[in-house]
């Protein structure tokens, strides 16, 4: 019996220690791994705070064991205890020592995120940073991971970059379990939340999408707004957070800041500020400007359901730096939003994007609505004078070939490079194009060109046709290739019909022409667009007649919308096509009550300048008066997101860049007056 026994304990211990490594013995088998009296004495000191004497057993097993394996454990431990002993450089080197010979180990992430610690107290806040990325691509615990993002976030709140600690501390707080979070994680989370600028709330917020912590940052968002005096934003964002938020630890916090405002009396008013140059070069069109402004405050006025509003008025004197100045004070002063300028646009617009105040200028300048997405544009522009043009021309006239005429300056080029692109667009060409100097009042060349009238002699022919006393003279009316002559000398008749005629001819064919007949103008064209002021247009289109270029369509730009143009060349001008941005003789019933007031109050006909005014304030003021709140935020946001505006200067909204997209009137020379066009 006693020798079963011991047979079956024998085959036991077989089956127990057959899937143990070679070599190792569980239980009583197994052997001690070298140094590990070493390490048990270090760590029992350093539980015990005694760090000298657990840096002495670490040292000793790092001497006696260098190729041990737990060689990159003792070096931690050790500078763990130099940083507990604010000995910074030191500890710092035993954990580079870690990282640097010992990448693969377990304890080179530890290494890395201690080392991340000790540089925050040694005060050594870039260097933090600097060595995070590397910390951060070891694959590290949770909560290592959480400790190396405080470390991180607690060091760019050092260096005042709250932003940062911001992202920081967000990635800690999403990575760290309920408990740490909340105690450790969020208060740090929430005080770089509290110095985030609008700038970063707005976009985090949208990116977050109601996710935590979007409470806090939209808490922040209204208390900015505030802080700067833009109390409808403040207003409408903390009623957005009371409504997504109710019970949100800053609730009642919110509630207080709202009623505040309201008992405050500060809301009732909305301050609008308007920037136009009322001294100076433009001063006339500032203060044309300021009329349709004034006129559309009083309209509103008299309207009791809507919100009292004050105009703040600014003369930039047509002086960017004067301009820029105004932006600052009128910014000091609250305003809602700013009207204008005329000119120096991009000077006001670049300052009022700076302190996010939405600026609707009244100019055409090019690329002044791409300088932020506070920056409107309400004005009429070449690029939307030649796309209404061409789309009346080409597919209501049903023409497809076109000639420009126009003048060597920006103003010319532009509209003919603009007006050839729309036809091109809408498969129409371009057959005939010649420019001038806009200095010269005689334009026989350019329309000579225009018309197949004028070419050089060739230097080739003109030598070889110089015969005895034969000359060149090139006559008043040149015929087709430009070439005219004279001979004093006996027989000329007879030699030049058998000598000059037959070899030109040879040269050109059948045509050469009768020296004494007037050729015929090649017009292969149906429209000419000649974009230049009334004064130049009103001297060219009669040389056009006189050169026999009657039956086409003349088009010009808004500038031709003035009676000095129909003074000037009546009888060539019938029938003559320009956009206008107003037309005061308008049969829509909007434009006759504003011009019937306009003539009541100041005694004189309104004009583009007072139209685009009045629409400008109306268009905001409507804005105003759909919503309980009035910020600066609101206003940008609605712009382009409102519906057609339909005004007395046409239908007018704006793209998301801030471009105005307006529908401009069509005019027609009728007589002594200009009709509209319908299309």
């Known amino acids: 019996m006693k020798r079963l026994f011991l047979v079956l304990a024998l085959s036991g211990l077989l089956a127990c220690t057959a899937c143990v490594p070679k070599g190792v013995v569980p239980g009583v088998f197994e052997k001690e791994k070298p140094g590990a009296e070493l390490l048990r004495k270090a760590e029992s000191s350093f539980k015990e705070e005694r760090l000298d004497a657990a840096f002495s057993f670490y040292q000793q097993y790092i001497s006696q064991y260098p190729d041990g394996e737990m060689m990159p454990k003792a070096l931690v431990q050790m500078g763990i205890i130099k940083g507990r002993q604010e000995k910074y450089a030191q500890a710092v080197s035993h954990f580079k020592e870690v990282m640097n010979k010992h990448p693969q180990s377990d304890y080179a992430g530890q290494a890395g995120v201690e080392m991340l610690s000790v540089l925050y107290d040694a005060g050594d806040f870039e260097a933090v940073i600097r060595r995070s990325a590397a910390v951060f691509s070891y694959e590290l615990s949770r909560e290592a991971y959480v400790r190396a993002g405080l470390s991180v976030g607690d060091a760019y709140m050092a260096l005042d970059l709250p932003r940062e600690a911001y992202f920081a501390f967000l990635k800690a707080f999403d990575r760290a379990k309920k408990k740490k979070a909340e105690k450790e994680v969020l208060p740090r989370l929430k005080a770089a939340i509290s110095r985030l600028s609008t700038e970063t709330l707005k976009p985090e917020l949208a990116r977050l999408d109601g996710r935590p912590p979007s409470g806090y940052l939209t ?23 009371l409504d997504r938020y109710p019970d949100h630890e800053l609730a009642e916090a ?166 050839w692109d729309e036809l091109l667009a809408r498969k129409a060409s371009v057959v005939g194009l010649e420019d001038y100097n806009p200095a010269h009042t005689d334009f026989s060349d350019s329309i000579k060109k225009l018309a197949g009238l004028y070419y050089d002699v060739p230097a080739d022919i003109e030598a070889k046709t110089r015969i005895g006393p034969l000359e060149w003279q090139p006559s008043p009316f040149e015929a087709l290739w430009g070439i005219g002559w004279e001979d004093s000398g006996p027989d000329a008749e007879s030699r030049n019909e058998a000598g000059l005629a037959p070899y030109i001819r040879g040269l050109l064919g059948d045509r050469i022409l009768d020296p004494e007949e007037e ?97 400008t304030a109306m268009m905001l003021i409507d804005l105003l008066d759909r919503s309980p709140y009035f910020g600066r935020t609101y206003i940008r946001e609605q712009l382009p997101a409102m519906p057609p505006y339909d005004g007395i200067t046409g239908k007018t909204r704006f793209d998301d860049t801030g471009e105005v997209i307006k529908e401009l009137y069509l005019l027609k020379v009728s007589g002594r007056r200009f009709v509209e066009i319908s299309f």
Not at 219 to 241: C, E, Q, S
Not at 257 to 280: H, M
Not at 556 to 563: A, E
């Open 219 to 241: 808490y922040h968002m209204a208390k900015n707004y505030a802080d700067v005096g833009n109390l409808g934003d403040a207003m409408a964002t903390w009623a957005d957070f």
């Open 254 to 419: 919110a509630k207080e800041r709202l009623e505040e405002i309201k008992a405050s009396g500060a809301a009732d008013q909305i301050n609008i500020g308007c920037l136009l140059p009322l001294t100076g070069r433009y001063a006339a069109y500032g203060k044309q400007a300021l009329h349709g402004l004034e006129m559309a405050l009083s309209i509103s006025g008299q309207n009791a359901s809507s919100r009292p509003i004050h105009l703040i008025v600014a003369d930039t004197a047509s002086d960017p730096e004067q301009a820029i100045k105004a932006v600052e004070e009128l910014n000091e002063k609250r305003v809602t939003a700013i009207i204008g300028p005329i000119a120096t646009s991009e000077a006001a617009a670049k300052a009022a994007q700076e302190h996010g105040i939405p600026i609707i200028t009244l100019t055409q300048s090019s690329g002044v609505p791409e300088i932020g997405e506070f920056v409107f544009r309400n004005f009429i522009t070449p690029q939307m004078q030649v796309r209404t043009l061409a789309r009346y021309a080409a597919e209501t006239l049903d023409i497809d070939r076109f000639a420009v005429l126009y003048p060597d300056e920006n103003y010319g080029e532009t509209f003919m490079n603009l007006f």
């Open 519 to 615: 050729p015929e103008p090649i017009v292969d064209f149906k429209a000419v667009f000649i974009p230049d002021s009334p004064e130049k247009a009103g001297l060219i289109i009669p040389q056009l007649a006189y050169y026999d270029i009657n039956e086409v369509y003349l088009l010009g730009t808004n500038l031709w919308h003035s009676d000095q143009f129909i003074e000037m060349a009546r009888r060539y001008v019938q029938g003559a096509i320009c956009p206008s941005g107003f037309y005061a003789e308008s049969r829509s019933d909007a434009v006759r009550r504003f011009v019937d007031e306009f003539r009541r109050v100041y005694g004189e006909e309104p004009d583009f300048f007072e139209a685009i005014g009045f629409d």
